[in-house]
């Protein structure tokens, strides 16, 4: 059978626990059109770059499946149906990525604290031309005279 990643973003207003449903939902209808879901990763309540429905945020969840095409269009048909569901996509894949997911594994980096492994920048001001030695500048008082 076809493999295929599936992303869908759900309302911000939803709880956890409905979205968690919704993605129970979509999983049953899978199983019962021959397919199966092989891992089911909830990503959280991420931003988005732009609002959709009026929402700026979204509930993000990635389903990997191995299932007939004919289950994901069901899917993506109760997906266009559903008010909670703001947007999807499925993307057909040569094989399923083991382990966890880009995302999860952005959060891993993401743990490294408050601006602390940033390294020595150097501070002090100075701005643009903090590093060239510049002859100092000739004061208006220091001008040759003006000629009466």
Do not use: C
């Not at 869908?8 to 956890?16: P, Y």
């Not at 289950?71 to 083991?98: G, N």
């Not at 952005?106 to 060239?132: A, F, L, N, P």
């Amino acid at each position: 059978m076809p493999l295929y990643e599936h992303v869908f973003l759900a309302r911000q207003d939803l709880s956890a626990q409905q979205v968690e449903e919704l993605t129970t939902q979509f999983t049953g209808v899978i199983e019962q059109l021959g397919g199966k879901v092989t891992k089911n990763e909830y990503w959280g309540v991420k931003s988005l770059s732009y609002r959709m429905a009026k929402n700026r945020k979204a509930h993000m969840t990635l389903l990997n499946v191995d299932a007939p095409s004919a289950a994901l269009t069901e899917i993506e048909r109760q997906e266009r149906i559903s008010e909670d569901v703001l947007r999807y996509l499925t993307i057909r894949v040569e094989a399923l990525e083991e382990g966890p997911s880009a995302m999860m594994r952005k959060s891993d980096r993401d743990d490294r604290g408050e601006r602390g492994d940033r390294g020595d920048r150097g501070g002090g001001g100075g701005g643009r031309y903090r590093d060239r030695d510049r002859p100092p500048r000739r004061d208006d008082a220091d001008a040759a005279p003006a000629e009466e």
